[in-house]
Structures are given as C-alpha cells and as structure tokens.
C-alpha cells in the first residue's frame, strides 16, 4: 500500500482547523494540525510534509517567513496560502514564492 500524502495545516481557526483536517483525510491524506506557527516550525524541521497549508496571517511569524522554513525544512513540499476572507490565493503564493527566490 502507498504511503499517505502528508499535509501540515497551520491557520488560527479552530473551525477552519477542523473542516480542512477532516476533508483532506476523507481524501485518504494524513493531516497534522497546529495554530502555532511556532510549533509548525518544529514539525516542518522534525516530519517530512508533502503539502504546508498556511493561513496568510499566523500568530508570531509571518506567512512569508513560514514558507521560507518549509523551503530549507521540506524542499519539496508544495504550499498553499489561504486568504483571511478564506479563498485560495493562488497570486499571494506566487508573490511569496517569488519573494523566497530573490532571498536565496
């Protein structure tokens, strides 16, 4: 059996914490969660992840300095930034990705 596509949510909604798990397990992922971009940088640097999906605004650290953990931590990993308004923001992502490439 294939290993399951590991996801690593960090937003500070409880509610949005809860609905994002459980439908990317219903999809047959494996979901860990924190709200604590803290914490989600001890798993980024302890656990592979496949997926980040990132709030666009997390408590202590910045979405932007996140995804730069993620890119030394988990290089291959994908990452998503959700909008506070909740919609997937593809042109933010893609201004912080290319934020991260003229830093390195």
Do not use: Y
Request: glycine fraction near 4%; charge should be neutral.
């Amino acid at each position: 059996m294939a290993e399951k596509m590991r996801v690593l949510i960090v937003h500070t909604d409880e509610q949005d914490l809860i609905g994002l798990e459980q439908s990317l397990e219903d999809c047959g992922l494996s979901a860990t969660t924190t709200w604590d971009a803290r914490e989600a940088i001890q798993l980024l640097r302890t656990m592979r992840f496949d997926l980040v999906v990132v709030g666009d605004r997390p408590p202590v650290v910045s979405a932007s300095d996140l995804l730069a953990v993620v890119r030394s931590s988990n290089g291959n990993a994908r990452c998503v930034v959700l909008k506070s308004d909740k919609s997937f923001a593809p042109a933010c992502l893609a201004q912080v990705e290319n934020r991260l490439k003229r830093a390195s």
